[in-house]
T-cell receptor, first 115, second 116 residues
Framework: DQQVKQNSPSLSVQEGRISILNCDYT??????FLWYKKYPAEGPTFLIS?????DKNEDGRFTVFLNKSAKHLSLHIVPSQPGDSAVYFC??????????????FGKGTTLSVSS | DTGVSQDPRHKITKRGQNVTFRCDPI?????LYWYRQTLGQGPEFLTY????????KSRLLSDRFSAERPKGSFSTLEIQRTEQGDSAMYLC??????????????FGPGTRLTVL
């Protein structure tokens, strides 16, 4: 039973346009959500996070939106650049700060940005 | 500020052999995690340390797997009697309890294990 789902295995976007990556979760105990970017043969690189007390967090070209009622979050990249081409993982955890809890990851979405 | 480092980056071994991986976390981080990632999947949690104490283990961590963090700094993950199903990328992450971005986990480059 997957608790974190990324239903789109891949996404293709033109350079300069917006990329929207989606993630759904089922566990209502999750209170901290993160997005990671991964290049082949490298470890995941932290991009941006959001606490369940917020509905939006922005960092430069990256914005994460959280809809708790729908148990849905999305990552917006504007404008998209060819260097953004990578696999993007959504991750979630519960009891943030109370204990070092495991991150639960989705299967990832491969983003391809063409110039 | 150096990131999380892992050694070796690649390991090829024969079935039945033992292997050991090392992880050096970000220096001030007191939490350390091990994950495993197979093709087409996201990372899956294996185990977690706070300082030198191993506080959580996944059911994925069979009794052939053992992890240590003896002085609360670097950690080792040992797999005994390796099987072909152990072939995966083994990722280490660290985080700082109580700091900014609490529990944001930062990952190392991983160790790619191939069991022949």
């Amino acid at each position: 039973d997957q608790q974190v789902k990324q239903n789109s295995p891949s996404l293709s976007v033109q350079e300069g346009r917006i990329s929207i990556l989606n993630c759904d979760y089922t566990n209502s105990m999750f209170d901290y959500f993160l997005w990671y970017k991964k290049y082949p043969a490298e470890g995941p690189t932290f991009l941006i996070s959001i606490s369940s007390i917020k509905d939006k967090n922005e960092d430069g070209r990256f914005t994460v939106f959280l809809n708790k009622s729908a148990k849905h979050l999305s990552l917006h990249i504007v404008p998209s650049q060819p260097g953004d081409s990578a696999v993007y993982f959504c991750a979630a955890s519960a009891a943030r700060g109370q204990a070092g809890t495991a991150l639960i990851f989705g299967k990832g979405t491969t983003l391809s940005v063409s110039s | 500020d150096t990131g999380v480092s892992q050694d070796p980056r690649h390991k090829i071994t024969k079935r039945g052999q033992n292997v050991t991986f090392r992880c050096d976390p970000i220096s001030e981080h007191n939490r350390l995690y091990w994950y495993r990632q197979t093709l087409g999947q996201g990372p899956e949690f294996l185990t977690y340390f706070q300082n030198e104490a191993q506080l959580e283990k996944s059911r994925l961590l069979s009794d052939r797997f053992s992890a240590e963090r003896p002085k609360g700094s670097f950690s080792t993950l040992e797999i005994q009697r390796t099987e072909q199903g152990d072939s995966a990328m083994y990722l280490c992450a660290s985080s700082l309890q109580g700091g900014a971005n609490t529990d944001t986990q930062y990952f190392g480059p991983g160790t790619r294990l191939t069991v022949l």
